[in-house]
């Protein structure tokens, strides 16, 4: 079976409404694919930064594939929480983004978007907090098919530094 090493880690997000955030994150894969050491999902700590908007998280991400195809390549799923002074949470944007499928060191940009809601649900969440969220977050990965009937806005960035590792993908006739 071919393999795939990710080894990485989520660096952090910028570019969002509020401070105090953490990220919640999966990797999802087809079929074909079989984890085979390493978490699939996990949560980063909070983090409140001080001087800039760009909140640190480098929660390390180190997964071990194996396949027998290339159909359903992993993605990497993510939520943005906001946690507020009493700890309660709200989510900030969902994001998603296919695993580079090139062996080396990758820089990774995640732009995230959150559901848009009704003027009202607008309007509470500017007083109130809490708003719209997915029933099932892992629509957030699926394709435009899925997705195109929902109203989004903008959200911000997170920030990912992967490292790739390719094993035998040669005798399945994938050239690296």
Same mark, same amino acid.
């Given at each position: 079976?071919?393999?795939?090493?990710?080894?990485?880690?989520? @660096?952090? +997000?910028? #570019? =969002?409404?509020?401070?105090?955030?953490?990220?919640?994150?999966?990797?999802?894969?087809?079929?074909? *694919?079989?984890?085979?050491?390493?978490?699939?999902?996990?949560?980063?700590?909070?983090?409140?930064?001080?001087?800039?908007?760009?909140?640190?998280?480098?929660?390390?991400?180190?997964?071990?594939?194996?396949?027998?195809?290339?159909?359903?390549?992993?993605?990497?799923?993510?939520?943005?929480?906001?946690?507020?002074?009493?700890?309660?949470?709200? @989510?900030? +944007?969902? #994001? =998603?983004?296919?695993?580079?499928?090139?062996?080396?060191?990758?820089?990774?940009?995640?732009?995230? *978007?959150?559901?848009?809601?009704?003027?009202?649900?607008?309007?509470?969440?500017?007083?109130?907090?809490?708003?719209?969220?997915?029933?099932?977050?892992?629509?957030?990965?699926?394709?435009?098919?899925?997705?195109?009937?929902?109203?989004?806005?903008?959200?911000?960035?997170?920030?990912?530094?992967?490292?790739?590792?390719?094993?035998?993908?040669?005798?399945? +006739?994938?050239?690296?």
């Amino acid at each position: 079976m071919a393999e795939l090493h990710v080894i990485g880690q989520i @660096v952090g +997000g910028s #570019g =969002f409404p509020q401070r105090r955030l953490f990220c919640k994150w999966g990797l999802h894969a087809g079929g074909a *694919w079989k984890l085979l050491s390493g978490l699939g999902s996990g949560q980063t700590q909070v983090d409140d930064p001080q001087a800039d908007d760009v909140a640190y998280w480098c929660h390390p991400l180190d997964v071990h594939f194996a396949t027998k195809g290339l159909q359903g390549w992993p993605k990497l799923h993510l939520q943005v929480w906001h946690q507020d002074g009493l700890g309660r949470s709200e @989510v900030l +944007g969902y #994001g =998603f983004c296919h695993v580079p499928a090139t062996p080396g060191c990758h820089a990774v940009t995640c732009v995230t *978007w959150l559901p848009r809601g009704t003027w009202r649900e607008r309007l509470n969440r500017r007083l109130v907090g809490g708003g719209p969220q997915l029933r099932f977050p892992e629509a957030a990965a699926a394709g435009a098919a899925e997705r195109f009937r929902l109203r989004t806005e903008a959200a911000g960035t997170v920030h990912l530094q992967l490292g790739i590792l390719l094993r035998h993908f040669g005798r399945y +006739g994938v050239e690296c």
